[in-house]
């Protein structure tokens, strides 16, 4: 079964750091880039981050830029997100999705999602 | 980026059709055939539905189509189900090699 499982939400005091991981299963990790979007309590999506399959090209959105870094690691079929300087803004679950590829070419949508890990910042 | 601009709600009889529309700027919808709609019933994970403007994923129903004018897309709903209730987002790649989600519809069945 193709499946994401998202791990390492918590709480954490603004200003604090915390490291989502992604754990990818079912299909060849190393085909695909991943993305993180995030979902603030009872509000929309909004995409955060995103990297190619061998992590050689990444993405922020302008929220994110400078504070937050993706990562993957092929070896272990994870995805990573560091998040430093956190806000109160950031507080949202967050999701680790694949991006759709089709015969070989990159789809910009994305296909499978994970059920995402609850990220808290509050002092 | 600013958050492409969905209608707040949308309702309908089953058996109906509905129409969401998903309205960016010429540097995302408008400038790209890179629109998708995802579904998302409360408490999961969203679920794509269409790609690339008006292509549907393996598995998901006909009765859902997408199309885009301009800077304007749309997700149409035909034959309404009780099941099709949920929040629906459009999103499309933008010129900052970024993506965009939309505001979201929640989609109620009368």
């Known amino acids: 079964e193709v499946q994401l499982v998202e791990s390492g939400g918590g709480v954490v005091r603004p200003g604090g750091s915390l490291r989502l991981s992604c754990a990818a299963s079912?299909?060849?990790?190393?085909?695909?880039?991943m993305s993180w979007v995030r979902q603030a309590p009872g509000k929309g999506l909004e995409w955060v981050s995103g990297i190619n399959w061998n992590g050689g090209s990444t993405g922020y959105a302008d929220s994110v830029k400078g504070r937050f870094t993706i990562s993957r690691d092929n070896a272990k079929n994870s995805l990573y997100l560091q998040m430093n300087s956190l806000r109160a803004e950031d507080t949202a679950l967050y999701h680790c999705a694949r991006v759709l590829v089709l015969g070989g070419v990159i789809v910009k949508a994305f296909d499978i999602w994970g059920q995402g890990t609850m990220v808290t910042v509050s002092s | 980026q600013s958050a492409l601009t969905q209608p707040a709600s949308v309702s309908g009889s089953p058996g109906q059709s509905i129409t969401i529309s998903c309205t960016g700027t010429s540097s995302d919808v408008g400038g790209y055939n890179y629109v998708s709609w995802y579904q998302q019933h409360p408490g999961k994970a969203p679920k794509l539905m269409i790609y690339?403007?008006?292509n549907r994923p393996s598995g998901v129903s006909n009765r859902f189509s997408g199309s885009k004018s301009g800077n304007t897309a749309s997700l149409t709903i035909s034959g309404l189900q009780a099941e099709d209730e949920a929040d629906y987002y459009c999103s499309s790649y933008t010129s900052s090699s970024s993506y965009v989600f939309g505001t979201g519809t929640k989609v109620t069945v009368l």
């Open positions: 690339d403007v008006s």
């Open positions: 079912g299909f060849t990790f190393d085909d695909y880039g």
